[in-house]
């Protein structure tokens, strides 16, 4: 007689119990590797905070009670002095306008050059396919550096201000952005583009009217992503001499006491900024990638 159920030829039925134990069997094994996993996590962890703890200049775990004697003493003077503060946040606003403008500029020039780069290593788009290996390690290299680095290096070379600043986060953002507009060009639809060439459209025809169009809302929201974080990007390079709101912030800090007032209305003047970039840049990025509500 037939097996209908499991085929046209004769045979035995598949024992569910065999089944059974197969799938436990299984997920004995992931549980096996997963503890594992966690064993040799939390050995490299131990032994990574030993190391740190041994080569500390004090202990981290006798310092503990300490943590808060800092804060403490900023924000008492603060509070002491907080009649000072709407004056001092004021005086902030210039340093803070050149932060902005520096992480404005730098995404802009790293949204630009990212854009190019990226559809040269995406493949099935690259105007030279042969080279697209070298520009991906090239985009790796240029976000594998941090930007703290390339601003020391600029500084040498440069000097202070903001020049240096802008050109890190620049570079770093090229390479972080390649990669993003990448991903994000090889799931494009290449009908458009075909269209194109066979109506003898050049490279950068078939590029900015069949893949732009596609991969635009997606990019400006990785844009408007990265611009958020280049402004604290800014402001961290601010405490290595690249300008900004972030020297400012290092000169009061250097100064200790009786400067802590100013330290603090730096922060919150820094923390609004940051909040509204935030709410601002979400708002947009949700109106491009899922349309107007």
């Given at each position: 007689m037939?097996?209908?159920?499991?085929?046209?030829?004769?045979?035995?039925?598949?024992?569910?119990?065999?089944?059974g134990a197969a799938y436990l069997a299984m997920t004995r094994r992931k549980r096996l590797y997963g503890g594992l996993i966690l064993i040799v996590f939390v050995a490299m962890l131990a032994s990574g905070f030993h190391i740190a703890e041994t080569r500390n200049a004090g202990g981290f775990l006798s310092g503990l009670s300490q943590l808060d004697d800092f804060p403490r003493e900023v924000l008492a003077e603060a509070w002491a002095k907080r009649a000072n503060l709407p004056a001092?946040?004021?005086?902030?606003?210039?340093?803070?306008?050149?932060?902005?403008?520096i992480a404005a500029v730098s995404t802009l020039l790293g949204v630009l050059a990212a854009s190019v780069l990226s559809?040269?290593?995406?493949?099935?788009?690259?105007?030279?396919?042969?080279?697209?290996?070298?520009?991906?390690?090239?985009?790796?290299?240029?976000?594998?550096?941090?930007?703290?680095?390339?601003?020391?290096?600029?500084?040498?070379?440069?000097?202070?201000?903001?020049?240096?600043?802008?050109?890190?986060?620049?570079?770093?953002?090229?390479?972080?952005?390649?990669?993003?507009?990448?991903?994000?060009?090889?799931?494009?639809?290449?009908?458009?583009?075909?269209?194109?060439?066979?109506?003898?459209?050049?490279?950068?025809?078939?590029?900015?009217?069949g893949i732009i169009p596609q991969v635009a809302p997606n990019w400006f929201s990785y844009a408007l992503l990265r611009f958020e974080i280049n402004v604290r990007a800014s402001a961290i390079l601010g405490f290595v001499g690249a300008g900004g709101i972030g020297y400012d912030l290092k000169i009061a800090m250097q100064w200790g006491g009786g400067r802590y007032d100013q330290v603090v209305a730096i922060f919150l003047v820094l923390f609004v900024t940051i909040v509204l970039i935030d709410q601002l840049s979400d708002r947009l990025r949700h109106r491009l990638v899922k349309g107007a509500a």
């Open positions: 037939v097996d209908i159920a499991f085929g046209p030829t004769p045979g035995k039925r598949p024992d569910p119990q065999a089944a001092l946040m004021w005086a902030a606003l210039p340093s803070l306008i050149e932060t902005v403008n559809l040269l290593a995406t493949r099935g788009l690259a105007l030279w396919p042969a080279l697209t290996p070298v520009v991906r390690r090239l985009l790796d290299a240029m976000r594998a550096v941090p930007e703290i680095v390339i601003a020391l290096i600029l500084i040498y070379i440069l000097g202070g201000g903001p020049i240096p600043a802008m050109v890190a986060i620049a570079i770093h953002t090229t390479g972080a952005m390649g990669k993003l507009f990448s991903e994000v060009a090889e799931n494009a639809d290449l009908k458009p583009v075909e269209g194109l060439a066979s109506v003898g459209a050049n490279w950068s025809q078939r590029m900015w009217l």
